[in-house]
């Protein structure tokens, strides 16, 4: 079953524009991952944030955790036409399923 | 890291029949997972397939539709039993290593089957 919320559900913005994802979540977790999926292809791993850390960075990726809140964000800068994805956060509850949220279907149009 | 090989990528198959899908790791992995992506939806656990012992299977997901086999640490199969329609959806194999605290899963390219 689904652990998590994603807001927002579509976004659709122009090339070198930011882009942010939310993600909301219900129980507490280990980590929190963000994946990547291109045309209902195989998911790609982007980012694992652990329940201990509060933000991280990797090349345009910048993701924060509110473990308080419950709840993430991903943010993309500088996006570019390649960026077009669905994006996916996923919950790490006791080290081995994940649970994943419902996904924001970014466009970025060039 | 692991590289997971799926096949088949893609089928189109008749109601009624069945279709096995099937999954090769490049290393030994503890767990492998799999999950179902009905269009235009997030993935949907269902089952948890280890070495050695029975797959684990979700709610609303039992082993006489999905019959999983984990041969070994590094295989796993997911067969589709009496499909139909509402079975069309892409399906994924994933894999977490050995020591899966704080690690990121490795999934395959999916199957996308469609059922007419």
């Known amino acids: 079953s689904q652990q998590g919320e994603e807001d927002p559900q579509a976004l659709s913005i122009q090339e070198g524009e930011n882009a942010t994802m939310n993600c909301s979540y219900k129980t507490s977790i280990n980590n929190l991952q963000w994946y990547r999926q291109n045309s209902g292809r195989g998911l790609v791993h982007l980012i694992l944030?652990?329940?201990?850390?509060r933000e991280k960075h990797s090349g345009r990726l910048r993701v924060t955790l509110d473990t308080s809140k419950k709840s993430s964000s991903l943010l993309i800068t500088a996006s570019r036409a390649a960026d077009t994805a669905s994006y996916f956060c996923?919950?790490?509850?006791?080290?081995?399923?994940?649970?994943f949220g419902g996904g924001t279907r970014l466009m970025v149009k060039p | 890291s692991a590289v997971i090989s799926q096949k088949p990528s893609r089928d189109i198959c008749q109601r009624g029949t069945s279709l096995t899908i099937q999954c090769q790791v490049d290393s030994q992995v503890t767990m492998m997972f799999w999950y179902r992506q009905q269009p235009g939806q997030s993935l949907t656990l269902i089952a948890t397939a280890n070495q050695g012992s029975e797959a684990t299977y979700e709610s609303g997901f039992v082993i006489d539709k999905f019959p999983i086999s984990r041969p070994n640490l590094t295989f796993s199969t997911l067969t589709v039993s009496n499909m139909s329609p509402e079975d069309s959806s892409i399906y994924l194999c994933?894999?977490?290593?050995?020591?899966?605290?704080?690690?990121?899963?490795?999934f395959g390219q999916g199957t996308r089957l469609t059922v007419v």
């Open positions: 996923a919950t790490d509850h006791a080290g081995n399923m994940l649970t």
């Open positions: 994933s894999a977490r290593p050995v020591g899966t605290l704080n690690t990121e899963a490795f």
């Open positions: 944030i652990r329940s201990n850390e």
